[in-house]
């Protein structure tokens, strides 16, 4: 430990690379906790032990924010309410692709209570053309139902509405095409004039921009690892799959939007967002603003899952009208809007075939997918075969698809719950042809040392244990079956992390970061490690996030925000403890040296004085406050520990005669480094399931070929699980060290269940009905079809 | 925002008295053509005004201006003015800064927006604020007495009920009303109860969980 924390943090900021290395817990206890060596930093707080060694940190503290949600409190985005405030509407396009001829906003500017009118000039979220001049005309190019035009702001939500009908549009309509297979088809009308390219957001999706498209095939996007020519030759057994998985949309339950005030020297925007950096970055860059004339501010957001990144349309348009009216506007979208123009997961067609040797090594992995994002790119889906099992060698081809229907973005996991829905249902197939138990296939081909250990719970659980390995086994119409699958995600470390944190003259404790918490629980957790470094309860510490004027946090997807922030948090932390400890010590009668934090209390590592309350130490502060910032220190060893993931066992029943599927139990054995509040984590493993079960049974964006719409554009009609499909969900939590960080956390949103919940139920139906169904969602229809396919139905 | 687009309408009069039944209006709200519903209104009413007929007798009609309307929330009396189409959701939204219940769907398939109307939850996005009149209105801001917690929200706390929380208010109301109706439920009842209220983040089993817990504390 250095006895010069902020001469060294300094040194750190200026570049130098004082190093010193420590002893660090890595593995599961239980099962292969050991020590291993890392360097970092000097200034590096002391190495945390294991959770069963710690206070507060790894154990269950009541979510940070939870009475405010509980009471109704919580205001969010679509709560803000501003003096004079003005109501945006949208005004979307009606046809599908469609050169726009004219649009004329005169009625709806007449309109009583109407303060702003504002037409589009560039629609953000679809691909760009690599040429724009392909593009001509005075109006973007409409390339989907549901496109913004135009947006009217009004002195009411109604006003806004009626006016925002009376924008008249004229279109001179495009061939259009909504369908996967027929846009594959030479001769397909073409989405766009050209090669286009859309690049992931914050949160990831988006496609490779360096790839040849013909006609409306983006791609492919090709990815080798040696010769599967030669792969397939060493196989013993090859299995293969057609594999075919539908659009889902987000669905978050608060739409995206923004509150927009655009004052002299200052736009403030409330936003719906997963990262207020994100926001501020793209209106500082729309609007030709400087950061620092940008604020943005989330205090409570209402779910994004990889949707909500940036400003964009409602964020630039809302923006817009604010600076021409002068009045706060708010503009939320409708629910249509919301399934329509702001992202969903890409469909996928995927044909996979696997080679492999008797003992089950993997000799080959080939992969062909296309899938669409609509007129966006990011349906590549390889992720899983790529990165879940060693092989000798892999073939991956992965194609977008343009179709005219609204862009994708970043959804929870992009690719994997399609790619692991293929890959895991062909690797149980192919534990079926090696007449292989499933665990100790994977146990052959799977060297992940946290895997193995998942995999080792799995295999003494109750729920695998009570699984019949002959499948369709069942005598009856509905038949029980279990499966299990793998997920992976990677650790992906943002180094935009930093937070403050503050020690009052009063003993109270704050931490400030522009971090947003998106109901994964990061206001709760920073909370922890300051009462972890201070020696006080979580609940004396004021959690101040949300809000550019914080130090920069991470955009929350790809879960990253765990990971990247609690290390800079942790080492604000320590580093305002020692300062605080350097300020009272003289008035204590001792050095800093000598004193420690613990249970509310500065003590004495000598006895040189009586212990003492931490509020009466504070009092002895020179200055009303102390703080330290601290940013992210990169991973101690980047080469070790990318992946973390899962095994989740389902247990289904299939009613042979009405095709219907239902998921009864689950198992998810889960690890994400060190877990940071156990029951949050749950929850967001509990959702992870909760989402993949209604991805794989129920949810499907429904376009009609002949007009090139959406026909359930609502939360009726499309389908999402509820109260009375929900499975009896039991989550093991592993802890998996993998000595990184100071806090050594992990993420959990991707990897949590929804990765491989589709294959473990897909798996559980062929054990149950000892027919494979290789398409979602898997409605009665499916199934019946499948069954037929299959034989079982006459 | 009492503030409103049209032109007030002479035939205004305050609603004092409750509305049985379905109203015209709120059968076209419910029918979830909004826009359309209020041009279709216009076009009844100056087809009126160019023939001559009047209202059937017996019938008030109100509309489509801001009329005042007499509400009681959360232990308080509110007379707002507002046009009649006004969703009770909206009313108490946007009027009343009541801001717990959430707007989501707008078309009652998700309950985000539940509240009690005498203690029976309903979708207030589907009520028509002039069908409120008359009764006691309890939105989550008032489900607890001022300055507590209501049994179901502490459980929700205890249990982690909840992540990003914006169905958490419909979900509370609707438990805490089963609760009202049925102190010995089971999870089965519970999920019946929240059979309507939709739950993005995927945090049923506890919703599930933390009823259960409150139900036995209520009871102890």
Known sequence: MSNRPIEDALLAQAGATVQKMAEMPVGVPGYTLHEERRKMPVTEPPVWPINKDLQYVGHTAPRYDGPEKASGRARYTSDVQLPGMLYAKFVNATVPHAKVLSVDTSAAEKYPGVRGVHVVQHVLGPAELRDPALDQGRYPVVRFAGQPIAAVAAITPAAAEEAAALVKVRYEKLAFVVDLDKAREPGAPPVFPGPADAEGSAGGGGGPTDVHQTGNIHGPSIHRVNDTAQGFKDADVVVEGHYVTQVQTHSALETHGVVADWKPGMLTVWASTQGTASVREELAGFFDLPMSQVRVITEFMGGGFGAKFGAGNPGVVAAALSKTTGAPVRLMLDRQEEHLSVGNRPSSDQNLRIGAKKDGTLTAIHLVSYGTAGCGTGAGCAGPATNLYQYASLHTEENDVFINAGPASAMRAPGHPQGDFALEQTIDELAVKLNMEPIDLRDRIDNHPVRRVERQIVRESALWKSRNPVAGADKGPVKRGVGLAQSVWYRFVRMNSSAEVRVHRDGSLEVLSAVQDIGSGIKTVLAQILAEQFGVPPSQIAVKVGDTNYPVGPDSGGSVTTLSLTPAVRDAAWQAAQKFLAEVAPALGTSPQDLVLADGEVRSRSGKMQPIGFRRAAAKMTTSQISAQARRVPDYDPSKYLTYGGVDVAEVEVDTELGRVHVRRVLSVHDCGRPMNPEQTISQINGGIIQGISYTLFEDRLLDPNYGLMVNPDLDLYKIAGAREIPQIDVRLVEAYIGQSSTDASGIGEAAGVVSIGAAVGNAVYNAVGVRVRRTPMTPAVVLAALRQGGTLA | ?220
């Open chain 2, 1 to 220: 925002m009492p503030g409103s687009a049209l032109p007030p309408s002479s035939q205004d009069s305050p609603a004092e008295t409750a509305r049985p039944g379905i109203s015209r209006r709120g059968f076209l709200k419910g029918a979830g053509i909004t826009a359309a519903s209020t041009a279709l209104i216009e076009g009844v009413q100056s087809l009126r005004a160019e023939t001559g007929t009047a209202a059937p007798p017996g019938v008030t009609e109100l509309g489509p201006g801001p009329v005042p309307v007499h509400l009681h929330v959360n232990h308080a009396e509110h007379i707002l003015n507002i046009e009649p189409r006004t969703t009770l959701a909206e009313a108490l939204r946007i009027e009343l800064g009541l801001t717990g219940s959430k707007i989501v769907c707008d078309r009652g398939v998700c309950s985000g927006c539940t509240v009690w109307l005498d203690k029976m939850p309903v979708n207030s996005c589907m009520t028509l604020a002039v069908d409120a009149v008359g009764h006691h209105v309890t939105t989550i801001e008032g489900l607890a007495p001022e300055g507590g917690v209501h049994p179901v929200q502490a459980a929700f706390v205890r249990h982690d009920a909840m992540q990003c929380g914006f169905c958490t208010p419909g979900m509370v109301m609707s438990c805490a009303a089963l609760l009202e109706h049925n102190p010995h439920p089971t999870e089965h009842d519970v999920r019946q109860a929240v059979s309507g209220n939709l739950c993005r983040c995927g945090t049923y089993p506890k919703v599930f969980s933390a009823t259960l817990d409150a139900a036995g504390e209520r009871r102890a």
